[in-house]
């Protein structure tokens, strides 16, 4: 299968060229030329599939020829030992879980298929791999726990000192082995000017091979939409057609959902939930793409002013505004409406969402208000409610049960190396 880039549709690569470089020379986001279309066994409902015989058939149709069935099978089983189990609510109101991999957070899915497609090459190639990531926390940490012990693998994560949660920063450093986190001196911008400096480093690069492993990347991509797949096959029998509203920032996760839905997944409606960053809602009322330095939120994860996916979705709806709104509809949801609806959640059906479960519970509710056929109406929870304890604990009054996988990490000892913002010295450390 060819990829191509999001600026010029002749530029094609092989799925392994995607996933190394992430990005194409000129700088567009790499998408399948054709989208490969479902098994029927996978567009049917109620087969009652487990979740690795799903990943491992979506997955087939995009990695047929890049390895055989036994080695993909195996390499699905050990990136994903957790599933994403729906939730009922009420009727036909469900969340879809997201965060039952180690970092209690949707980027697992996405990170830890990544490490395993790398770890299949770097062994054909047998060649080494420096991966290098800048973080604000939570997708480092996926990053690091995914690549955690993959033979021929270096993790190298800068994160600012001080600008992390405590759990946040143990789930950095704490993994050691092949792990190791840079303390840097400075807020996260100083972190990614330096990453970026040591990317274009001639000397840097003429001694490593250097990988971002950053979001953008295809092989992050694809896994991301087995889980919609799963989410349709645990609904009942007969159940009405599923509207899934996404909580969004870099729209990965919903570019994801409409692959699958454009390989044949039966989806009636996506919903693109955002918080105050809402660049793709306006486009989708307006028609106009203005991109904007980001609002700090509540739901962090999501604060993106100018989302590098909405290229592919541009892609999948050929650059249309209307047909790219038959699909979608875009709402903006307040910190204020954010924090009601956890309470509301909390309240009505028992249940602790995160807050940006919260803003897509929100959104969901507004698109259901306005339209009269029944569906199955879904909201992806895309964090556990623990990683934001005191959020959720303000707005319900609830006690957030600490998962052991994050209140164990407390008792470990940290182990970092404190550096100023500098590239020479990022360097030193890297050519040593
Ligand atoms: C990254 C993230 C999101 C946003 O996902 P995108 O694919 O960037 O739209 C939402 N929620 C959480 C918890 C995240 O970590």
């Given at each position: 299968m060819k990829f191509y880039s999001t600026n010029d549709k002749s530029l094609t690569t092989s799925f392994e060229e995607a996933i190394f470089k992430g990005l194409a020379k000129d700088?567009?986001?790499?998408?399948p030329q054709k989208l490969p279309q479902l098994p029927t066994s996978l567009t049917q409902s109620n087969s009652r599939l487990s979740f690795t015989e799903i990943a491992f058939q979506a997955a087939r149709c995009f990695l047929h020829d890049e390895m055989p069935d036994n080695v993909l099978l195996e390499l699905i089983e050990n990136a994903f030992p957790f599933s994403a189990p729906i939730v009922?609510?009420?009727?036909?109101?469900?969340?879809?879980?997201?965060?039952?991999?180690?970092?209690?957070?949707?980027?697992?899915?996405?990170?830890?298929?990544?490490?395993?497609?790398?770890?299949?090459?770097?062994?054909?190639?047998?060649?080494?791999?420096?991966?290098?990531?800048?973080?604000?926390?939570?997708?480092?940490?996926?990053?690091?726990?995914?690549?955690?012990?993959?033979?021929?693998i270096n993790v190298?994560?800068?994160?600012?000192?001080?600008k992390v949660s405590l759990i946040q920063e143990m789930q950095l450093t704490t993994l050691g082995g092949n792990v190791k986190a840079i303390e840097i001196e400075g807020n996260f911008d100083?972190?990614?000017?330096?990453?970026?400096?040591?990317?274009?480093?001639?000397?840097?690069?003429?001694?490593?091979?250097?990988?971002?492993?950053?979001?953008?990347?295809?092989?992050?991509?694809?896994?991301?939409?087995?889980?919609?797949?799963?989410?349709?096959?645990q609904l009942p029998v007969n159940s009405p057609p599923i509207v899934f509203s996404v909580p969004s920032g870099n729209?990965?996760?919903?570019?994801?959902?409409?692959?699958a839905h454009l390989m044949g997944l039966p989806v009636s409606h996506f919903v693109a939930s955002t918080n105050a960053n809402d660049v793709v809602p306006q486009y989708?009322?307006?028609?106009?793409?203005?991109?904007?330095?980001?609002?700090a939120t509540i739901s962090n994860a999501m604060d993106v002013g100018n989302p590098s996916n909405f290229a592919r979705l541009m892609g999948l709806f050929q650059s249309s505004k209307d047909a790219i709104c038959k699909s979608v509809s875009g709402y903006s949801v307040s910190d204020e409406e954010t924090k009601l609806a956890l309470k509301e959640i909390y309240e009505k059906y028992g249940y602790l969402a995160d807050p940006h479960g919260a803003v897509g519970y929100i959104g969901l509710k507004r698109y259901i208000?306005?339209?009269?056929?029944?569906?199955?109406n879904i909201f992806?929870?895309?964090?556990?409610?623990?990683?934001?304890?005191?959020?959720v604990n303000h707005s319900t009054g609830a006690n957030v049960d600490i998962p052991e996988r994050l209140s164990k990490l407390l008792d470990l000892q940290k182990q970092s190396y404190l550096m100023r913002p500098e590239l020479k010295l990022l360097k030193e450390f890297l050519m040593a």
């Amino acid at each position: 299968m060819k990829f191509y880039s999001t600026n010029d549709k002749s530029l094609t690569t092989s799925f392994e060229e995607a996933i190394f470089k992430g990005l194409a020379k000129d700088k567009g986001l790499f998408l399948p030329q054709k989208l490969p279309q479902l098994p029927t066994s996978l567009t049917q409902s109620n087969s009652r599939l487990s979740f690795t015989e799903i990943a491992f058939q979506a997955a087939r149709c995009f990695l047929h020829d890049e390895m055989p069935d036994n080695v993909l099978l195996e390499l699905i089983e050990n990136a994903f030992p957790f599933s994403a189990p729906i939730v009922e609510l009420s009727k036909d109101l469900y969340t879809l879980e997201l965060f039952h991999g180690p970092t209690l957070a949707f980027k697992d899915f996405g990170a830890r298929f990544m490490a395993s497609i790398f770890e299949f090459y770097l062994a054909r190639r047998s060649q080494e791999l420096t991966v290098l990531v800048a973080t604000s926390g939570d997708t480092g940490s996926a990053v690091a726990q995914a690549f955690h012990n993959k033979p021929g693998i270096n993790v190298v994560i800068l994160y600012p000192s001080k600008k992390v949660s405590l759990i946040q920063e143990m789930q950095l450093t704490t993994l050691g082995g092949n792990v190791k986190a840079i303390e840097i001196e400075g807020n996260f911008d100083d972190c990614q000017r330096i990453v970026k400096e040591a990317f274009s480093d001639p000397d840097i690069s003429s001694k490593l091979v250097l990988t971002s492993a950053n979001s953008i990347n295809i092989a992050r991509l694809i896994p991301q939409s087995f889980y919609y797949i799963s989410a349709f096959h645990q609904l009942p029998v007969n159940s009405p057609p599923i509207v899934f509203s996404v909580p969004s920032g870099n729209f990965g996760n919903l570019t994801a959902g409409i692959m699958a839905h454009l390989m044949g997944l039966p989806v009636s409606h996506f919903v693109a939930s955002t918080n105050a960053n809402d660049v793709v809602p306006q486009y989708l009322s307006s028609g106009i793409f203005e991109t904007r330095p980001s609002i700090a939120t509540i739901s962090n994860a999501m604060d993106v002013g100018n989302p590098s996916n909405f290229a592919r979705l541009m892609g999948l709806f050929q650059s249309s505004k209307d047909a790219i709104c038959k699909s979608v509809s875009g709402y903006s949801v307040s910190d204020e409406e954010t924090k009601l609806a956890l309470k509301e959640i909390y309240e009505k059906y028992g249940y602790l969402a995160d807050p940006h479960g919260a803003v897509g519970y929100i959104g969901l509710k507004r698109y259901i208000n306005q339209k009269t056929n029944i569906t199955s109406n879904i909201f992806l929870e895309t964090a556990h409610p623990a990683k934001f304890y005191d959020t959720v604990n303000h707005s319900t009054g609830a006690n957030v049960d600490i998962p052991e996988r994050l209140s164990k990490l407390l008792d470990l000892q940290k182990q970092s190396y404190l550096m100023r913002p500098e590239l020479k010295l990022l360097k030193e450390f890297l050519m040593a």
